[in-house]
């Protein structure tokens, strides 16, 4: 069983930074793609940032491109999403996510991923 722990929410102010973290348990941690996504208060979950099981390729929603960067480290089993100049809007609760290996497609749609965390919560004010 696959189990993502994100870390590293909370509350900062607009236009601050916060890193979140989100460890992955096995062995097998560099064989998989991974993501971030989002889901606000009365919102769908949405796509914030893919990355590829080498963590040479990264995808980013628009909302979030030039503000936000994936990367992740393959010794660790850890992936990241370093978040800069933060807006009110993305306030959200944040969830990562590993891609099914049966996917090739655009790591947009939650349903392309198998495990997901527990998510944090990311607030920011005005």
Request: aromatic share 14%; charged share 15%.
């Amino acid at each position: 069983q696959v189990q993502l722990v994100e870390s590293g929410g909370g509350l900062v102010q607009a236009g601050g930074s916060l890193r979140l973290s989100c460890a992955a348990s096995g062995r097998t941690f560099s064989n998989y793609a991974m993501g971030w996504f989002r889901q606000a208060p009365g919102k769908e979950r949405e796509f914030v940032a893919g990355i590829n099981r080498s963590g040479g390729n990264t995808y980013y929603a628009d909302s979030v491109k030039g503000r936000f960067t994936i990367s992740r480290d393959n010794v660790k089993n850890t992936v990241y999403l370093q978040m800069n100049s933060l807006k009110p809007e993305d306030t959200a609760v944040y969830y990562c996510a590993r891609r099914s290996p049966y996917y090739s497609g655009s790591y947009l749609l939650p349903g392309e991923y198998d495990y997901w965390g527990q998510g944090t919560q990311v607030t920011v004010s005005s």
